[in-house]
């Protein structure tokens, strides 16, 4: 399963033949700065990889996100991800430099949290983000109502920002 299109993105699963459109993503100076391991054209094949055995073993994992056209302009999705002392799910989002600044994230990771709450149980969803990372925190504030500060295995300071599932009423 997929999450729905949005009125501009399509999700799709990764493929193969997108490592070079994701290694470009990451190439960017403020990519790199928040993905510093992504050094090389094998770490991009390495995160297609990665995101294939999620599909596998969760069933959702970064879907690649596309404009009308089929353009890959990012990934959005879901991963499981160690917060301080817990496993949380995260909705993570990644998009070109050209395609920053136009909405597309929050757009994406809104349809990535309805597709949370109606299509599995999990009863909390999050985002973890760099406090210098200003444009992923102010996505993560739009979409998100709750925020925990901790340290992570790094000993970098992160901010999960999350959203609980609202208890159905009869």
């Known amino acids: 399963m997929l999450p729905s299109p949005t009125a501009r993105l399509t999700f799709r699963q ?3 033949q997108d490592v ?14 928040f993905y510093p391991a992504m050094q090389d054209i094998q770490a991009a094949h390495d995160w ?9 073993e969760h069933g959702f994992g ?12 990012g990934d959005c999705g879901l991963t499981w991800q160690r917060a301080g ?8 989002y990644h998009l070109a430099a050209k395609h920053r600044g136009r909405g ?7 349809a990535v949290l309805d597709f949370v709450f109606r299509s599995t149980d999990e009863k909390q969803v999050g985002s973890i983000v760099s406090p210098e990372n200003g444009p992923s925190m102010a996505v993560a504030e739009r979409l998100h109502d ?11 300071p992160r901010i999960l920002f999350h959203t609980r599932r609202v208890p159905a009423t009869s």
């Open 85 to 92: 002392e817990e496993e949380v799910l995260e909705i993570g």
């Open 146 to 156: 709750l925020r925990r500060d901790y340290f992570n295995a790094r000993g970098e």
């Open 48 to 56: 297609v990889e990665w995101n294939l055995g999620n599909y596998a």
């Open 20 to 33: 070079p459109a994701i290694w470009s993503i990451f190439a960017d100076p403020l990519a790199r700065q």
């Open 62 to 73: 970064l879907w690649a996100l596309t404009l009308d056209g089929g353009e890959l302009i």
């Open 14 to 16: 990764m493929r193969r």
């Open 104 to 110: 597309y994230a929050i757009e994406a990771a809104r």
